[in-house]
Nanobody, 115 residues
């Protein structure tokens, strides 16, 4: 069992930055593919990006060049650095962990971009 706890959300002005964290429990973190998803009001949850156990990252086109995912295997934590935020980035951001058929979600953290 893996528990995921996100933190770091909040209110930020357009053009600003935030860093989200996701702390994972358990002893299989280094094997997990860690992803970040988001769900805006009245929209479906969408993948933002992920980082594999080997450190490979992939991002959805809308965040490429602005968002960066990294992981700290010693601290069982994955990060989402978000720069140049726009109004369209407003959403609840969820951390996800996958390993084979195992699939875990965090509770989500709200990110609001507003002037």
């Amino acid at each position: 069992q893996v528990q995921l706890v996100e933190s770091g959300g909040g209110l930020v002005q357009p053009g600003g930055s935030l860093r989200l964290s996701c702390a994972a429990s358990g002893n299989i973190f280094t094997s997990l593919t860690m992803g970040w998803y988001r769900q805006a009001p009245e929209k479906q949850r969408e993948l933002v990006g992920f980082i594999t156990s080997g450190g490979t990252t992939r991002y959805v086109d809308s965040v490429k060049g602005r968002f960066t995912i990294s992981r700290d295997n010693a601290g069982n934590t994955v990060y989402l650095q978000m720069n140049s935020l726009t109004l369209e980035d407003t959403a609840i951001y969820y951390c996800n962990a996958k390993l084979g058929v195992l699939n875990y979600w965090g509770q989500g953290t709200q990110v609001t971009v507003s002037s």
